[in-house]
């Protein structure tokens, strides 16, 4: 008899247990949520449509992706001078060959800087959605150095005056915070990975943390953004399919892998394949 209120307590534990888990990880109720249509069923250029001759977050890449008639997807940090430039990298090496960092040059400075050798500079926010003009959807990914958040004010400075669709995202759980407390009204989307599977450098608490989903409480996004690599992620299946979270997979890089996709994500952000 024992035995049996042992084993009664440890399930009671064990059920209480994941109740939590589901609790930490379900996204904002879907009847809260804003209009995601724009971004269902849509493909997204990564970093714009670049290509060989055309620099990745390139104004080229952006209007090259409004021809094609692709949303979009890019990333954003400030300049020394609290100007929001479109770049990936937090370092300019890769691509412009520049030692330093995005955040030790001011706007002027990072727009004359010359993209793989191309006629590109760094575009500023301002510029690439003066060009884009709201003719296609923009998935907005937020860099954040540490816990610096200075960009996030700074981007809305802009973006309440953009007419156009988009969305917010970020693999930083207090980006995707800030947009909670600071801009409910606008879709926000967690960006995520299996960190480990492919070997990331960094933090294992918070890989484990952000893999899992495990932060979502913070922020309560309305999409997961995923790796495609790895749909069947117990947390990304529970968000997506049981807490219905619209769920968005990158980067897809080839026909077959869109395909593929398809079966779990529901917007693709894709790069080379066009």
């Given at each position: ?5 042992i ?11 994941f109740l ?7 996204p904002r109720a879907?009847?809260?949520r ?7 069923g849509k493909?997204?250029?990564h970093r714009?449509?670049?290509t060989k001759?055309v620099p990745e977050n390139?104004l080229r ?5 409004v ?11 400030l ?5 929001v ?9 890769r ?5 330093g ?6 706007a002027a400075?990072l727009?004359?800087?010359s993209?793989h050798?191309?006629?590109d ?10 060009a884009v003009?709201g003719?296609?959807?923009l998935?907005?990914e937020?860099?954040?150095p540490?816990?610096?958040?200075s ?9 309440d ?6 969305c ?5 759980p ?8 600071n801009?409910?009204?606008?879709l926000?989307?967690?960006l ?5 599977g492919?070997k ?6 918070q890989?484990?943390?952000v893999?899992?989903?495990?932060l ?6 309305d999409f997961?953004?995923?790796?495609i690599r790895?749909p069947?992620?117990?947390?990304f ?7 219905r ?6 980067t897809?890089?080839t026909?077959?892998?869109?395909e ?12 080379d394949i066009?």
């Amino acid at each position: 008899m024992i035995g049996l209120w042992i084993a009664l307590g440890v399930l009671g534990g064990l059920a209480v247990l994941f109740l939590i888990y589901l609790w930490m990880i379900a996204p904002r109720a879907k009847r809260k949520r804003p209009d995601d249509t724009p971004f269902v069923g849509k493909e997204f250029a990564h970093r714009g449509l670049h290509t060989k001759d055309v620099p990745e977050n390139s104004l080229r890449a952006f209007r090259g992706a409004v021809e094609r008639g692709l949303g979009i997807e890019l990333d954003i940090q400030l300049s020394k001078d609290g100007e929001v430039m479109v770049f990936h990298d937090f370092t300019l090496n890769r691509m412009t060959g520049i030692d330093g960092k995005v955040k030790d040059y001011t706007a002027a400075e990072l727009g004359s800087m010359s993209l793989h050798g191309q006629k590109d500079g760094i575009p500023t926010l301002k510029e690439v959605l003066a060009a884009v003009d709201g003719k296609v959807p923009l998935i907005i990914e937020i860099k954040i150095p540490g816990f610096d958040l200075s960009v996030c004010p700074k981007a809305f400075e802009i973006l309440d005056h953009y007419k156009g669709p988009y969305c917010i995202e970020s693999f930083h759980p207090l980006a995707i915070r800030w947009m909670k407390k600071n801009r409910p009204q606008n879709l926000r989307g967690q960006l995520s990975s299996d960190f480990f599977g492919h070997k990331e450098k960094g933090s294992k608490i918070q890989f484990f943390a952000v893999k899992n989903l495990l932060l979502n409480f913070l922020a309560r996004p309305d999409f997961i953004a995923f790796d495609i690599r790895y749909p069947k992620a117990l947390s990304f299946r529970l968000c997506t399919k049981f807490f219905r979270a619209l769920p968005i997979g990158w980067t897809v890089r080839t026909k077959e892998e869109l395909e593929e996709a398809k079966k779990d994500f529901d917007g693709w952000i894709c790069e080379d394949i066009y």
